[in-house]
Every structure is written in structure tokens, then in C-alpha cells.
């Protein structure tokens, strides 16, 4: 008999914590480790290069898109099954999943040639670019687009439910940068248009290490994948539509919503807004890392309780959420004044519009992940569409009018509001609906 509940301390809320704590000890080390990095690209190579770091390190957010929802069809496959290391579904769900990243990355590759070619990057990412910043933009979307088929295994330690390794493999990337850094400063080399480079070498070394201890864990499933791969006749992909589709939609738009705040800052505005924006960004990244990390933790529980038709409420873990991003969110709002001062050296200051409406929006994001996470289905994914959907102009329309009053705050805010209500309220609505179909079956 199907059986109800939102998880034993032994369960759910055992992994949600175990992966918040690791998400903070690797995220204290990262953010430390980060300031340092920051302080030194603003002393040794000014604002500017700063600023464009910020901007071409965070175009990544802008193309989730790119593996065409195909992460939630692996996720599912790998967390509903009995046993994924004898599984035929998950090793041909694992084939799939490379044959469509080896094309989609790939045409990343082009499309960003194509752009060069045409001059188009500072048309497409604004006053931020500084001298050679086309070149490293290229070079940026080069390496993110070779890398792609590897994120791979990143897919499969979240639906073996090993976030936690998958969180701990992103250690090296600070102290990569950092060490990177460090050397561009000591031996004087004048690589402030390159620097974003390195976040890019960071990610794809961490894709690396990701794969290899995926296919440790579910072997022999990863290399009998990748020996299908070129087998289009006698191994045949699997469905991916009813997942990835709904999953690509929200992929498309939400970045367009959420992720467009630099390049609205940089087309937008002269001053140090963008600067500002990717430092505060930068602070406050570490409470929504640690919260989108545990909150993806909750994907596996979830979809493994709707293959062994338990029901599992994200309603009471939303709340719990909810106030731990606004303590994380208000912690860090605490230590910025004095975290910015050591960064910028008092290059730059936050403004307190910027701070608050970085709280609210980590407590907002914070509420929405368990309700989402609840929602991965084919039919939850499905209904998020229509709401992201038109979420996307009332965002941006916000956002534009409100840099002009509120500059840097101004995209924060927007996304905070639209975030609420075109996110946190519709998944509310359907989760509890879906709630009660559940337990009637029972």
C-alpha cells in the first residue's frame, strides 16, 4: 500500500542536510577563496576588467538551455530505478542524453562563431566588453560548448542521490581560479580581458571529475553508453519529449526572466551598476548556491517516491526553506559592509535597495525549489511552462523601469516580484491540487 509523509529525519531531511552543510563548508571555501580572487582582480587590473569578468563568467546561466532538458530525463531514469548499474533503460536514457549533447554542443560552438564573425558581441552583451572582450567571449563559448556532453555525469550523481560528491567535485574551481590569478599577477602578464577564461577551464575540469566518479558508481553503464552511441540502428535512444520538452521550454525562458540583469546593467547604464551588481551577485551567491543545491537534492526523493507511489508534501519543506534563505540572505546582508570594503577597497559600495533585494530574493528562490522539485514529472514540468512564460516580459519590463530609479536594485527587485508570482504562487496552487489526487487514490 502506498504510503504518505513528507520524509523521516533519516531520510529526506538527512540528505537535504547533508548537502547544505557540504554546499556551506565548500561554499565558505569557495567564497573566501573568491574574495581574495576579486580583491586581486580589482587592485591589479581595475574595475572594468572586473566588470566584464562578472559578465562573461556568468553567461553559462543564460544557456541551461543547452543541454535541452535532457538533465531531467536522466535524473528521473537514474532515480526511479531499482538498479541503475543492470538497468537497459537508464544505460540507453545515459546514450541519449550524449548523443543530443554531442550535437548541442557543437552548434554552441558555431552560433558563437557565427557571432564573432559578424562582430555581434558587443551588440548582444553591451558596454561591459572591454578591449579584446570579443575574442574571450568566443573563446568562453568554445570551451562551454566542447564540455557539454561531459556534464553528463553531474546528471547522474544528482539522481543517484550523490549531490553531495557532485557539490564536493566544485572545490577545485576557486582554487583553480585563485592560483590562475595569482600567476597572471605575478608575472605581470596583462590578462584582465582574458580572466573569464578561467571559470570556463574551472567548470569543465569539474565536468571531468564529475563523469569519471559517475561511471565508478553505476559501472559498467557509462562505458556501455558510450560505445552505443554510434549504434543508431541496433540501439535505439529513448522517449525524451514528455520530460525534456516542458524541461527545455522553462530552460529557454527562465534565463531570458531571471539571468538577463548584467545585460540589462550594461546596455542600460554608464556608471559602476554592473560592478556593483557582480559583487553583491558574488556575496549573496552563497546562500543561493547552498539553497539550490540542497533544493535539488529533494529531486531524487521526490521522484523516487512517485515510482514507489509514495506521497511525499513539499509544502512543509517550503516553509522550512523559506527561513533559512532569508537567515542565510540577512547573514550575509550583516557582512557585506565589510566584505565589500575588503574586495573593493572601497572601490565600491552597495547600495541598502541592492542588499535587501538580494534577502528577499534568496528567501523567494529559497520557498520555490521544493515545490518545484515536487513538480518534475512530465505533468508538473508541463504546468510550469505557462506561468514562466508570462513571467518573462513582466520581468524584464519591471526591470527595465526599475534601473532607472533604482539602478543595480532595480533587476533584483524584478526578479523577486515576478519570481513570487509567476513562480512560488502557481506551484503552490498545483502542489497542493496534486496533493489531494494523490491521497484520494490511496
Not at 83 to 92: G, I, L
Not at 273 to 286: D, P, S, T
Not at 340 to 362: C, I, M, N, P, T
Not at 400 to 406: A, D, K
Request: net charge positive.
Amino acid at each position: 500500500m502506498a504510503r504518505t509523509g513528507v520524509g523521516a529525519p533519516g531520510g529526506m531531511w538527512k540528505g537535504v542536510g547533508n548537502t547544505a552543510i557540504i554546499k556551506v563548508f565548500v561554499m565558505g571555501l569557495s567564497g573566501l577563496l573568491g574574495i581574495i580572487t576579486s580583491r586581486m582582480i580589482l587592485q591589479n587590473f581595475g574595475v572594468e576588467a572586473y566588470a566584464q569578468y562578472g559578465l562573461l563568467a556568468s553567461l553559462p546561466a543564460l544557456l541551461p538551455f543547452a543541454d535541452l532538458g535532457i538533465a531531467a530525463v536522466v535524473l528521473n531514469a537514474i532515480a526511479g530505478s531499482d538498479d541503475p548499474r543492470r538497468d537497459e533503460n537508464v544505460r540507453r536514457t545515459i546514450t541519449t542524453a550524449f548523443r543530443i549533447l554531442l550535437v548541442s554542443g557543437p552548434v554552441i560552438v558555431l552560433v558563437a562563431v557565427v557571432i564573432s564573425l559578424l562582430g555581434l558581441w558587443p551588440t548582444l552583451l553591451g558596454n561591459g566588453l572591454i578591449a579584446g572582450g570579443e575574442t574571450t567571449a568566443l573563446v568562453c563559448a568554445v570551451i562551454f560548448g566542447l564540455a557539454l556532453p561531459l556534464t553528463v555525469g553531474q546528471r547522474i550523481l544528482v539522481g543517484s542521490s550523490r549531490t553531495v560528491t557532485q557539490i564536493a567535485t566544485q572545490t577545485i574551481v576557486a582554487p583553480f581560479i585563485l592560483i590562475s590569478v595569482s600567476l597572471l599577477v605575478a608575472f605581470g602578464v596583462p590578462a584582465g580581458g582574458y580572466l573569464a577564461v578561467l571559470s570556463y577551464v574551472a567548470a569543465a575540469l569539474v565536468s571531468v571529475l564529475c563523469l569519471t566518479i559517475a561511471s565508478r558508481i553505476i559501472r559498467p553503464q557509462v562505458g556501455l553508453a558510450v560505445r552505443d552511441i554510434p549504434r543508431l540502428r541496433s540501439v535505439r535512444g529513448v522517449p525524451v519529449i514528455a520530460l525534456a520538452g516542458p524541461m527545455l521550454a522553462q530552460m529557454l525562458i527562465l534565463p531570458l526572466a531571471l539571468q538577463t540583469d548584467r545585460l540589462l546593467l550594461s546596455h542600460l547604464t554608464t556608471g559602476d551598476e554592473l560592478a556593483q551588481y557582480n559583487l553583491a551577485f558574488q556575496l549573496f551567491g552563497i546562500a543561493l548556491q547552498t539553497i539550490t543545491a540542497a533544493g535539488v537534492a529533494l529531486w531524487p526523493i521526490y521522484a523516487r517516491a512517485r515510482a514507489q507511489a509514495e506521497v511525499k508534501s513539499p509544502v512543509g519543506p517550503a516553509l522550512v526553506f523559506l527561513a533559512a534563505g532569508l537567515a542565510l540572505g540577512g547573514t550575509m546582508a550583516l557582512l557585506s559592509p565589510w566584505l565589500v570594503q575588503f574586495v573593493s577597497d572601497g572601490k565600491l559600495r552597495l547600495d541598502l535597495a541592492l542588499v535587501l533585494g538580494f534577502v528577499a530574493y534568496v528567501g523567494v528562490q529559497a520557498a520555490k525549489y521544493p515545490l518545484g522539485m515536487y513538480m518534475t514529472d512530465a505533468r508538473g514540468l508541463k504546468f510550469q511552462v505557462l506561468p514562466i512564460l508570462l513571467m518573462l516580459p513582466v520581468n524584464i519590463t519591471l526591470s527595465w523601469s526599475l534601473i532607472g530609479t533604482l539602478g543595480a536594485a532595480g533587476p533584483v527587485i524584478a526578479a523577486t516580484i515576478s519570481t513570487f508570482l509567476f513562480q512560488v504562487l502557481p506551484c503552490y496552487w498545483y502542489v497542493r491540487r496534486d496533493l489531494r489526487v494523490r491521497r484520494a487514490r490511496l
